[in-house]
């Protein structure tokens, strides 16, 4: 990997754990269906002057039924689980049980192709995880333990989108398929967005999360993380995801006064260990 690919994947990894940062923010005044909503338009705002430059987006009809889905699986419902779970635990946290999406990925490629079972070290892997996602969960109680359970199932539909988009939008283009799921994110969130709008304009402080979240955490980072696909290939782009949480962790206790907890810490080391393990050369294929 250059110097320049390095950066680019430092760079991604820095803005997406910086968006765990920016909905904490984002929740303090507003709905989770309101910031949702605005970091969805924000972000396909931010794609469509981009896709138009490279020739338009002539293909989003042919996939309308693939991107209808994946609004649904891997941005609106995953988006508002997240924000959700934020108004419950510490962003920190958060990101550190959302890192687990790879393995619900691998436990559920093995319904889809039974020969992607899962033996040796790859088991060790899952289970390895696991222990992780449940150390962290077991800890939480009450309102914080409906906040972690929230994030688990932010995992899992990540992990569903991602096998579902593997074989649904093979021949499509990234930049017109992240546009187009980004579209039907907002508009699946809009009602929920308009019945729940503030009844006082929020902070500058909250308008400008949400609009970070949306320029940068959701529209530029898609740019960046398709450079970096293209660059340096699949194989190094998915690295982002051992070095988002992090990165999610510093920011909490940097600016959010979060603590990092030895718990937090450990159960971190076990998911990516995990994941790493579980994953292998599949996961840098896919």
Request: one cysteine or more; glycine letters at 12%; charged letters at 10%.
């Amino acid at each position: 990997m250059s110097r320049r690919d390095l950066g680019l994947l430092v760079a991604l990894s820095a803005i997406w754990g910086s968006s765990f940062l920016f909905i904490k923010v984002g929740v303090e005044e507003l709905e989770p269906a309101v910031v949702v909503c605005g970091r969805l338009l924000v972000g396909a705002l931010v794609l469509l002057p981009v896709a138009l430059a490279r020739g338009g987006l002539s293909g989003l009809r042919a996939m309308l039924v693939p991107i209808a889905v994946l609004g649904a699986l891997n941005n609106a419902l995953p988006y508002w689980l997240l924000s959700f779970a934020e108004t419950r635990i510490d962003s920190g946290l958060a990101a550190v049980i959302q890192a687990a999406a790879p393995i619900f990925t691998v436990l559920l490629a093995i319904r889809i192709d039974p020969s992607q079972r899962v033996t040796g070290l790859r088991l060790a892997g899952v289970g390895l995880g696991f222990v992780g996602v449940a150390l962290l969960v077991g800890l939480q109680e009450g309102a914080e333990l409906l906040g972690a359970v929230a994030v688990v199932g932010t995992a899992l539909c990540y992990a569903v989108s991602v096998l579902y988009a593997g074989r649904a939008i093979r021949s499509f283009s990234p930049l017109d398929v992240s546009i187009g799921q980004l579209s039907v994110g907002a508009l699946l969130t809009l009602p929920a967005a308009l019945v729940q709008w503030p009844a006082e304009t929020p902070s500058a402080k909250v308008v400008g999360a949400v609009l970070v979240l949306g320029v940068l955490g959701t529209g530029v980072a898609y740019l960046l993380y398709f450079a970096l696909i293209v660059r340096a290939g699949a194989s190094r782009a998915i690295l982002v995801t051992y070095l988002v949480p992090a990165f999610a962790l510093v920011y909490g206790w940097l600016i959010l006064g979060e603590a990092v907890t030895p718990s937090a810490l450990a159960g971190l080391a076990l998911i990516l260990g995990g994941t790493a393990l579980a994953t292998g050369g599949r996961l840098r294929r896919r």
